[in-house]
């Protein structure tokens, strides 16, 4: 998955810098204050992937293990 991140954002995207929590892939750039959201599936046909949206580190999967944290993040990119 994260190579298939890479080819359609032109990053270089290692797979401990990705995180999958039902339809939504979690990027948390290095470069980046915040972690970047993509929803799945990212289309087979398209050349490029979106940024759903952008969130703090503290509601990502790589700021916390609460599942009642990670579930208001979801509900919140699911509104």
């Known amino acids: 998955m994260a190579i298939a991140l890479g ?4 990053m270089d995207v290692a797979p401990d810098e990705i995180a999958i ?4 892939l979690f990027h948390n750039n290095p470069d ?8 799945l ?3 087979l046909r398209s050349m490029c992937a979106e940024i ?3 969130i703090p580190l503290w509601k990502s ?8 944290t990670l579930q208001a993040t979801i ?3 699911e509104s």
């Open 52 to 54: 759903w949206d952008s």
């Open 61 to 68: 999967p790589f700021g916390t293990n609460d599942p009642a």
């Open 41 to 43: 599936p990212l289309l």
């Open 7 to 10: 080819e359609r954002t032109g």
């Open 21 to 24: 929590i039902g339809n939504w």
């Open 32 to 39: 980046c204050d915040e972690v970047d959201a993509y929803a």
């Open 75 to 77: 509900s919140k990119l």
